[in-house]
């Protein structure tokens, strides 16, 4: 097939990590933690016992720090793109390298568990090269794409009749 014909697109995911804490949730709970720091440290400052603030100021610096970790690894995104060749794996991961795969449509084998187990994973098998995507997807979510992609395959592989060459 040539390059300069457009492929059609029989599936498209972008597959990213939830989190379940929105940035406003975020802020609201290092509010709620300072001030529940406040309310215990400086009655205890007050009474003479000064080093317990900066303790105090260290535990919220820590959920801060662990936080905006977190939500960076939730910049990772995979994006799935089957079209009548290949399927197309796009990872970009929280530094915004971009890691792209190619995998043959027609010999492609989506393999995962169903029912899926805690340690399912969704491989992507096309001779001889295998791939695992979603690993950050719950096992449910894991299926749900593979139920998707493998009866997107299977449209890929079954011919479609033209019916202008009967005229």
Do not use: C
Not at 14 to 33: A, C, D, E, K, N
Not at 49 to 58: D, E, N, R
């Amino acid at each position: 097939m040539s390059d300069a014909v457009a492929q059609a697109v029989h599936f498209n995911a972008t597959l990213v990590p939830h989190r379940s804490l929105s940035r406003r949730g975020f802020r609201w709970l290092i509010g709620v933690l300072l001030a529940a720091n406040l309310l215990i440290g400086l009655p205890v400052f007050l009474l003479g016992a000064w080093p317990v603030i900066g303790f105090m100021g260290l535990d919220v610096a820590l959920v801060v720090v662990l936080f905006r970790l977190n939500y960076k690894s939730g910049r990772l995104t995979e994006t799935l793109t089957l079209t009548d060749s290949a399927l197309v794996v796009t990872r970009l991961d929280p530094e915004g390298l971009v890691e792209e795969t190619r995998l043959d449509a027609y010999w492609l084998r989506v393999d995962m568990d169903d029912p899926p187990e805690h340690e399912s994973r969704l491989t992507l098998i096309s001779r001889g090269n295998r791939l695992v995507v979603g690993r950050f997807l719950t096992p449910d979510e894991r299926l749900e794409v593979a139920k998707a992609l493998r009866a997107a395959v299977a449209r890929v592989r079954t011919p479609t009749y033209d019916h202008r060459w009967d005229e």
